[in-house]
């Protein structure tokens, strides 16, 4: 059973930068064909993808979040990190971390809730 765990600061000020990550359990983040993303969703607004990487390490991101966002990984502990830059309370989600493969996003981690605020 893959189990994504996130992990990372509930509180952030704005124009610091958010990191997050998550932890793979159950499954290999280099395993052919699976890639590992971020999604979000705000406060009374849908789901929005951010952006992923692949299991070869290529990244992916939103065009509306590419210039502020940047996606890595360790493959010793299994995990990959979320980091979005230069943040406001715009930025105020439940932040949740996925597994995708063949065009569906089938695992996903509990979420965590990540506020932006002086």
């Known amino acids: 059973q893959v189990r994504l765990q996130e992990s990372g600061p509930g509180l952030v000020k704005p124009s610091q930068t958010l990191s997050l990550t998550c932890t793979v359990s159950?499954?290999?983040?280099?395993?052919?064909?699976?890639?590992w993303g971020w999604i979000r969703q705000a406060p009374g607004k849908g789901l929005e993808w951010m952006g992923h990487i692949a299991y070869s390490g290529y990244c992916d991101y939103s065009p509306s979040l590419s210039s502020r966002t940047s996606i890595s990984r360790d493959t010793s502990k299994n995990q990959f990190t979320l980091q979005l830059n230069s943040v406001t309370p715009e930025d105020t989600a439940v932040y949740y971390c996925?597994?995708?493969?063949?065009?569906?996003?089938?695992?996903w981690g509990q979420g965590t809730q990540v506020t932006v605020s002086s």
């Open positions: 159950g499954g290999s983040i280099t395993t052919y064909g699976y890639y």
């Open positions: 996925v597994r995708g493969y063949n065009y569906a996003y089938d695992y």
